[in-house]
């Protein structure tokens, strides 16, 4: 069985939503012709998908507009950064590397994803 983690970082959060609708998407068409439900751990499910949200991570600084002249003068910013794991359990290793190579060929403009892959194969429960 393979467990599959994708980790999903955006600066915002609707680009993190259309990578999430993209994911459901191959997910149909890999289920489409099995009628196999996808095996799901986790804390909240999103069509067969289930996601832990992260707490969004902010990070300010602030810059002086004159550094001459007016200390006083001064602009704040931030960057906020929004994370969400998905965990995907899926019985069929044929669907999981094309799931894989159908997600690392897809572009998704302004997110970084990690994918990380757990594999238990038989031979580990028969060790004694």
Same mark, same amino acid.
């Given at each position: 069985m393979?467990?599959?983690?994708?980790?999903?970082?955006?600066?915002?959060?609707?680009?993190?939503?259309?990578t999430i609708l993209f994911i459901r998407k191959i997910?149909?068409? *890999? &289920?489409?012709? %099995?009628?196999?439900?996808?095996?799901?751990?986790?804390?909240c499910k999103l069509n067969k998908i289930s996601s832990t949200s992260f707490p969004k991570k902010r990070k300010l600084f602030t810059v002086l507009r004159s550094p001459h002249i007016d200390k006083k003068s001064r602009e704040q910013f931030q960057f906020v950064f929004h994370k969400l794991k998905?965990? *995907? &359990?899926?019985? %069929?290793?044929?669907?999981?590397?094309?799931?894989?190579?159908?997600?690392?060929?897809?572009?998704?403009?302004?997110v970084e994803m990690e994918i990380i892959l757990d594999y238990h194969s038989c031979l580990r429960y028969l060790q004694t």
């Open positions: 393979t467990q599959l983690h994708v980790i999903i970082k955006s600066f915002q959060w609707y680009q993190i939503k259309n997910q149909f068409l *890999l &289920n489409y012709q %099995n009628n196999d439900p996808l095996v799901v751990n986790g804390a998905l965990i *995907l &359990n899926e019985k %069929n290793d044929n669907k999981t590397n094309l799931f894989i190579f159908l997600l690392k060929n897809s572009e998704f403009p302004g």
